[in-house]
């Protein structure tokens, strides 16, 4: 929609949304955010204390820095609205309206609450699911719930946040289950290519980095769908609702460029896509690490000592393999194979580890195996899905 157009739908509608912005908002505080949020952000909070002069002079400045601002667009006339002694009466808001308005106002809240609740958590502490990042020097991890990505750097094995950016996903939400839901997955995915902006349509603005849903997981539970990307917003915005894409998760076109610095796509930089975070400090996060290290090497170990009863307990009957193998004919496989073996060497170098969103106590683990024995040398690289069953025991539903 034209902006101008926009500002003068949004007047017309009569929208005196300073006041319903210091409800839906809560009490003010300082704004510490990057570029297009500072300016933004900054007209909140004047206009929240009632010094609509200066809201109004913050509002022009913003939207002569970022004419594309819809949300800017909208906060200045409800500015000059609070400014007038009447509303006017031009006539109901359309449907479409309404809905635009409602994205509109999401996406403040969103921004605002990042702002003054989860920029200070993120500053502290650190996402659960990143247990290992492994050989990767980037890692994405979305917040689906609040509308916010955030990248973090591998610092000598830690996790150390260097950006984060306001994010729109599926105008259905999230938790992807078949094509055309219009929601984002939830889960882990890969980077697996980069598209620039030139070669796409204008909805994908100044690029695209698609994601290898569906995954195995996915494809285990009859997911559908295809074309989930990483990409930019259309020319004539700036940034797009929280919920306004048909299940893609998408940033401004600034922000695109400069997460693009970080992604080398052929490195298959992962993303996490989780429907919630939970957050944990540096010591706790060490704890479960090594907790989940030590299922592994329960497993390893167990492997070596050619005990086959105990290495087969680390696999699940019913779901090996997401449930599409014969764990029975897969076992007696097995056992035939390690009758020849005197001795067997097995080291994992770990590629990532990962705790898996939407998803009950599962971790997802991806390494490279080197495997020695009397009769045969080999590695290859591995992927293992663990859950924790009823019992409280880890156990193997995929490997391959």
């Not at 719930?145 to 950006?163: C, E, P, T, W």
């Not at 094509?179 to 939830?186: C, F, I, L, M, Q």
């Not at 917003?233 to 797009?240: I, L, Q, V």
């Amino acid at each position: 929609m034209n902006v101008y157009l926009f500002s003068k739908a949004v007047k017309a509608m009569g929208l005196l949304f300073a006041f319903s912005f210091t409800l839906l908002l809560g009490a003010s505080a300082a704004i510490a955010a990057p570029g297009y949020e500072t300016s933004l952000l900054n007209v909140v909070r004047v206009l929240k204390q009632g010094d609509l002069d200066t809201a109004l002079q913050l509002a022009d400045q913003h939207l002569g820095e970022f004419p594309k601002s819809q949300v800017g667009h909208l906060i200045r006339a409800d500015v000059l609205n609070a400014m007038s002694a009447h509303q006017p009466q031009l006539g109901p808001a359309t449907a479409q309206q309404s809905k635009q308005l409602i994205g509109l106002k999401h996406q403040i809240r969103n921004r605002w609450l990042h702002d003054q609740v989860h920029q200070a958590t993120a500053a502290k502490l650190v996402p659960a699911n990143l247990v290992m990042m492994g050989s990767h020097k980037y890692v994405l991890v979305a917040d689906l719930q609040f509308g916010r990505i955030y990248l973090y750097q591998n610092n000598n094995g830690q996790a150390s946040l260097i950006r984060d950016y306001y994010l729109s996903v599926g105008k259905a939400g999230y938790g992807k289950q078949v094509e055309g839901d219009n929601k984002t997955p939830v889960g882990v995915y890969s980077i697996i290519r980069h598209i620039k902006g030139e070669k796409l349509p204008d909805l994908y603005g100044k690029g695209a980095f698609p994601i290898d849903y569906p995954n195995r997981y996915d494809k285990s539970l009859k997911r559908t769908g295809y074309g989930i990307w990483l990409h930019g917003t259309p020319s004539d915005t700036y940034a797009r609702a929280p919920w306004s894409s048909e299940g893609c998760f998408v940033l401004s076109n600034d922000d695109l460029l400069d997460i693009q610095q970080y992604l080398d796509a052929d490195a298959r930089p992962p993303v996490i896509l989780s429907d919630s975070i939970e957050w944990i400090d540096a010591p706790e996060l060490e704890i479960r690490r090594q907790g989940y290290l030590q299922v592994l090497e329960s497993w390893r170990s167990d492997w070596e000592s050619l005990d086959m009863d105990a290495y087969l307990k680390h696999y699940s009957r019913d779901k090996m393999n997401f449930g599409s193998v014969d764990y029975e004919s897969w076992a007696k496989r097995k056992i035939s194979q390690n009758k020849s073996k005197s001795f067997i060497q097995i080291s994992l170098d770990i590629d990532s580890l990962f705790i898996y969103p939407g998803a009950d106590d599962m971790f997802i683990v991806k390494f490279k195996q080197h495997y020695l024995s009397n009769d045969f040398v080999g590695e290859k690289d591995q992927e293992q899905y663990w859950q924790r069953n009823s019992l409280g025991q880890w156990k193997i539903i995929y490997e391959g």
